[in-house]
């Protein structure tokens, strides 16, 4: 069988705060709504926005720091791969299936509605980083090409 690709990324706006809870072995887990909007333009010329919600989910220390960090509306950079469950509904017996992001690498954009002070962008890199020790701190500024950069310079 040949390489195959299962990568996923999206930049968005959180639907809702995180959820965290714990596997029974400890494990953190946090589970997210995201939100990416589309504009276009109609067969009359109008423009249309469409928004697509996808359901995210953050294990171990990325859990952790999506829990403590990201609030509603706070815009994020998501990077992870498409996994989907399916289960037997109780109520109508119908077989259900869900598909969501499993993060493997999130970053923090923008001031964000509760971004704090200091640092307007964190990083964190999933399961690869145990112990994630996850610096919050901004860069020190480089003097001699020191420009200011605001949400407005950036294209997206």
């Given at each position: 069988?040949?390489?195959?690709?299962n990568k996923v990324i999206?930049?968005?706006n959180l639907g809702?705060?995180?959820e965290v809870k714990y596997t029974p072995s400890g494990t953190p887990v946090a589970k997210f709504t995201l939100a990416t909007n589309e504009r276009y333009k109609d067969k009359d010329g109008q423009w249309q926005d469409r928004t697509e919600w996808h359901n995210i989910v953050a294990w171990q220390r990325t859990a952790e720091i999506a829990g403590e960090y990201l609030k509603k509306g706070r815009s994020v950079y998501i990077e992870g791969r498409l996994q989907t469950h399916s289960w037997d509904d109780k109520?109508?017996?119908q077989k259900k299936y869900m598909t969501e992001i499993v993060v493997s690498d999130l970053v923090l954009l923008g001031g964000g509605r509760e971004a704090g002070e200091g640092?307007?962008?964190g990083r964190s890199r999933g399961?690869?980083?145990p112990g994630g020790d996850?610096?919050?701190?901004?860069p020190e500024p480089d003097v001699a090409h020191s420009t200011t950069i605001t949400d407005e310079d950036i294209p997206f």
């Open positions: 069988m040949g390489k195959s690709v999206l930049i968005g809702k705060d995180p109520t109508s017996g640092s307007s962008a399961a690869a980083a996850f610096d919050q701190r901004a």
